[in-house]
């Protein structure tokens, strides 16, 4: 989290400074009247700070601001209008005095605090469980956590399915003082209405039939830890009634039971559904919204946060492999056609994407035309190999010429790719081979074409060619539509 810089007023104009420091302490903003050495001792101890900036005796005021980059200013008084021009001088503050330009500058000079490179480097160390990307969304998403994690705030997670809201819950719980207690998830659209009561607080022995022993509830288990509600809109209206009454009086009763048990939970809530237009429709508490939705926090579509996906590839592949102990590779256009997926399913659909890969193409690279159709968003030519000549007619000829359990049905078969006329054995005074299967070559290639107009897609479809392959055939046999 965050330090709030420290203010510190240096001005040797004291009736200025006087009348500055009164301002302050009427907008309760604490701060110090120091001299220029006294400044320089504490900006040399590498603490935050924001400094009112006003006349100097040596009349150092550019060094000042060159020394000490990290250093939000604020400068008091007109002739102090030409420092402007470096880039830790925030702004200018002239007299009178005014509540609104000074509030809006102090505000700016916490933002060039927070926003300072080392500042979010330093933000940067903080170690998130699972949470992947460097997205402007993903960053806020982390100051949010950052921010609340410290709190007992009740954190509403919104988003749609599948971007990762239970993460989120995660990471604050891990960032919390109550790290060391449980993370216990429940979800409550998993569960019966009729059974939800007794998941969340428990039940006593003989409070309902089949209730052979005592049994804790969700709460109870979460203990000094973190309660993740999952899908809270899916909770029954009976249940949001006293769900509400736990959250005011942090303490709850097992089913059949009497006595009362002091809940000490941080509650984290998410759901994918509009909260607000279930109010308006009557089936959600528009009271319980409001107990829940103290922080909200928003988690991302993947589409809305693209240049993350080669990371969040990269940390997916990284499980995966531990799992299958096989991994997979991409090529630049793969990548760049799974960027343009809409990801309706969001991170989970590239997970379960990915998994699909890896079984498919353990250890090896894929490319778009691997991918599933509906991932192919770049219209890239795959590579096809062009074998060597005597290799294809060998293939052929195996082809042709393989037995078979009925040697008929391998006559038949010939006799089916060769026309009826041409010799179905081999004649007496033997034939040239390779000849023989090129005229063979031409003929239904010339076939093909005519019949479906010399458009070489369709021709090469009804051959079971590539197009590229058999355009590189009618460049070999001079076959065009003047033939």
Not at 47 to 64: R, S, T
Request: charged share 25%.
């Amino acid at each position: 989290m965050s330090i709030t810089p420290s203010l510190y007023i240096v001005d040797e104009q004291s009736a200025r400074s006087s009348r500055l420091s009164t301002v302050l302490s009427f907008i309760h903003e604490p701060h110090q009247m120091l001299t220029y050495q006294e400044l320089l001792i504490r900006l040399n101890s590498d603490q935050p700070a924001v400094v009112l900036l006003g006349a100097l005796d040596n009349q150092q005021h550019a060094e000042l601001l060159l020394r000490y980059p990290a250093t939000a200013f604020l400068l008091l008084g007109e002739t102090l209008q030409s420092l402007l021009e470096y880039g830790n001088a925030v702004g200018l503050l002239s007299e009178p005095f005014s509540y609104a330009s000074l509030t809006q500058l102090l505000r700016d000079s916490q933002q060039y605090h927070r926003l300072l490179p080392l500042q979010r480097q330093q933000e940067n160390t903080v170690k998130f469980d699972g949470m992947v990307g460097s997205s402007d969304s993903m960053q806020q998403v982390r100051f949010l956590i950052q921010q609340v994690a410290k709190t007992e705030a009740n954190v509403l997670v919104l988003g749609p399915s599948g971007t990762g809201k239970e993460v989120v819950a995660r990471n604050i719980h891990l960032l919390s003082h109550r790290q060391a207690g449980p993370f216990v998830p429940i979800n409550c659209g998993a569960i019966p209405a009729e059974l939800l009561e007794s998941e969340l607080f428990g039940h006593e022995k003989g409070a309902f039939t089949g209730a052979i022993s005592t049994r804790k509830g969700r709460f109870e288990l979460a203990q000094g830890g973190t309660l993740f509600l999952d899908e809270i809109g899916d909770m029954p209206l009976p249940m949001q009634v006293k769900l509400l009454r736990v959250l005011q009086e942090r303490t709850y009763e097992r089913v059949g039971g009497t006595q009362a048990i002091k809940a000490d939970v941080r509650v984290v809530a998410a759901t994918h559904r509009d909260l607000e237009q279930m109010i308006s429709d009557g089936s959600f508490r528009e009271d319980l919204y409001y107990r829940l939705n103290v922080f909200p926090i928003e988690t991302p579509a993947l589409s809305q946060r693209a240049d993350d996906i080669p990371l969040l590839i990269s940390e997916l592949l990284k499980r995966q492999e531990k799992v299958s102990q096989a991994k997979v590779k991409f090529t630049e256009h793969a990548m760049q056609s799974m960027q343009l997926h809409a990801w309706p399913g969001n991170v989970r659909e590239l997970a379960n994407l990915l998994e699909r890969m890896v079984i498919m193409y353990p250890d090896q690279v894929v490319d778009v035309a691997e991918l599933p159709l509906k991932y192919r968003h770049l219209d890239v030519e795959s590579y096809m190999p062009q074998y060597p000549e005597g290799l294809q007619e060998r293939d052929l000829i195996n082809e042709l010429f393989q037995s078979t359990d009925d040697d008929s049905d391998t006559d038949t078969d010939v006799a089916r790719v060769f026309d009826m006329d041409a010799p179905q054995h081999l004649p007496e005074q033997g034939l040239d081979l390779k000849e023989y299967l090129a005229e063979l070559e031409i003929r239904f290639i010339s076939q093909a074409l005519e019949r479906h107009e010399f458009v070489v897609a369709r021709a090469a479809e009804v051959l079971g060619l590539r197009r590229t392959t058999l355009v590189e055939k009618m460049r070999k046999y001079n076959l065009g539509k003047d033939e």
